[in-house]
C-alpha cells in the first residue's frame, strides 16, 4: 500500500495540472477582444491625438501617412478635434502602389483625404444624428447616418467611438473616407 499512494498522488498532481492548462487555454480563447477594444484600452487621455494614434499597433499607416503630409502637426496642436480614424486593414484595401503614390507623387489628394478624416470640434456619438452633417478640414462634409443601431460614417462603419484624448477624440472606422471632388474608384 505504502508504494499506490506516491503514485496516486503523482497522477492526482499531473490531473489537476492539466486540467489547469485546459482551462487555461479556454479562457484564452473565448475572451480575446476586438481589434477596436484593444484600440481604446491603449488609448490616453492625457495624450494628444497624434500621440493616441503614433502609439497604437493598429494604426501604423495612419501615422505615416499623417507624417508624410504634415498633418500629425496640426493633430497634436489644442484643438479641439474630433478624428475618424481609419485601420491599417481599411488603408490595405486599396489597390497595390495606390499608397505609395498618394504619399510620394500625389501629396496634395492625400492631404485633402486625409482631411477629409478631420473636424474640428469634439464631437461624441451621443451627439451625432441621422442626416447630420458635419463639415471637415477639408472643406467638404462627412454625412452621419445610423443603420440598425449601429453608426456609419459616409456609409463607413464606426467600430469604436468616444475614444479620448487631451485635445480631442477619436472614432475608429474601418475604411477610408474620399472627399466628394476626389473620385475613389479611380483609387
Known sequence: MPNKLPRLTVLAC???FLMACSDTQNKDTAAKPSASTIVAAKASAS????DNII???????????LYSTELMETLKKPGPFT?????????EKLPDGVLESL??????????ILSYHIVAGDIRARDLKDGQ?????AGEELTVSFRSDKLKINGTNVMETDIEA???VIHVIDGILFPRNQ???SY
Open 183 to 185: 473620385n475613389a474608384a
Open 133 to 137: 452633417r458635419l463639415r471637415t478640414l
Open 166 to 168: 487631451g485635445n480631442g
Open 103 to 112: 504619399m510620394t507623387t500625389r501629396k496634395n489628394d492625400f492631404i485633402n
Open 83 to 91: 478624428v475618424f480614424t481609419p485601420t491599417n486593414q481599411a488603408f
Open 47 to 50: 495624450k494628444t491625438i497624434a
Open 55 to 65: 502609439s497604437d499597433s493598429d494604426h501604423t499607416i495612419l501615422a505615416k501617412a
Open 14 to 16: 499531473l490531473y489537476c
